[in-house]
């Protein structure tokens, strides 16, 4: 994964301000740019508006005005002046989850980074949410971050054991990389229904054993500074597991492959990694698969 080029979606709230805080960290560290953009929901046909003084349908100076409200909202209460040396600003129209997609598409951003606001249990029920929105339909990997949430120092990679789970680890390596950030890796077997218990804590499957040939040797090949090559390996329920892991080794991010595509729906009956999204305590990196 390059980080050549970081666009952050933001609105006024703290989720919003730790995105960009977030984003410009991450640029700086990898030696990238950063775009700060935000969404003005518009019921119309959603229209593209260039990083400078591009017009569109409502005129030059709606969009120039919705700019420097940006700028000043920037200089005001979120970034000091040395942070924002660099940063471009934009501004998009239309459905948030779906224009955030688009605008990084266009930008030919490697990564977008969104602020994730705290919900309560019942909140977490429905989604349809923009953050979820975007994970869905997004090409490009996503990184979700809740307020608090500081720089990110360490990442925690949730694999299956399928060839689609080295595929997030190699995108996990190479954001590591940039970063110059520390990697492990967690995975979770099934429980055979009778299988004693001081067996299951004493021999790994197959699977894992497998898997923890390939990570050894990415990991190798990838030269990520401080990776551990011994896999946590786990068993019990997926989510609970993984959660228990990120806590035991205090990883700053959690990084998970995200199925694109499917309506928003109830939580209970989405995949993993949209439990996992909503319910990690840190910043979340979803790559898409």
């Known amino acids: 994964m390059n980080l050549r080029h970081v666009m952050v979606a933001t609105d006024e709230s703290d989720a919003g301000r730790e995105a960009i805080r977030t984003g410009v960290d991450i640029a700086t560290r990898a030696t990238g740019r950063v775009t700060v953009m935000r969404t003005v929901p518009i019921p119309a046909v959603p229209v593209f508006v260039g990083v400078r003084g591009a017009a569109d349908s409502f005129g030059e100076s709606h969009e120039t005005v919705e700019v420097e409200r940006l700028q000043r909202w920037l200089e005001a209460d979120v970034l000091p002046p040395d942070d924002r040396r660099g940063v471009e600003t934009a501004i998009a129209y239309g459905v948030p989850g779906v224009e955030i997609c688009r605008f990084g598409e266009r930008l030919e951003a490697d990564l977008l980074v969104l602020g994730r606001k705290p919900r309560s249990q019942m909140a977490r029920l429905l989604m349809g949410d923009t953050a979820d929105a975007v994970a869905r339909r997004s090409r490009l990997p996503c990184l979700f971050v809740p307020p608090g949430t500081g720089p990110i120092r360490r990442l925690l990679v949730a694999l299956d054991g399928t060839d689609r789970g080295i595929t997030v680890l190699q995108a996990a390596c190479g954001f590591a990389r940039a970063i110059k950030t520390s990697l492990g890796v967690v995975t979770v077997e099934q429980e055979p229904a009778g299988e004693p218990a001081h067996l299951a804590s004493a021999l790994p499957v197959e699977r894992s054993a497998r898997l923890q040939s390939q990570v050894r040797m990415l ?31 205090s990883a700053d991010a959690l990084v998970v492959g995200y ?3 499917g309506p928003p729906g109830v939580i209970e009956v989405g995949s993993t990694a949209r439990h996992l999204a909503h319910l990690a305590p840190c910043a979340v990196l979803t790559v898409p698969l």
Do not use: M, W, Y
């Open 219 to 249: 990991l190798t090949r990838e030269c990520v500074d401080g990776a551990r090559p011994v896999i946590d390996v786990r068993r019990g329920p997926i989510v609970e597991q993984v959660l228990e892991s990120l806590q035991a080794s």
């Open 259 to 261: 199925h694109r595509g």
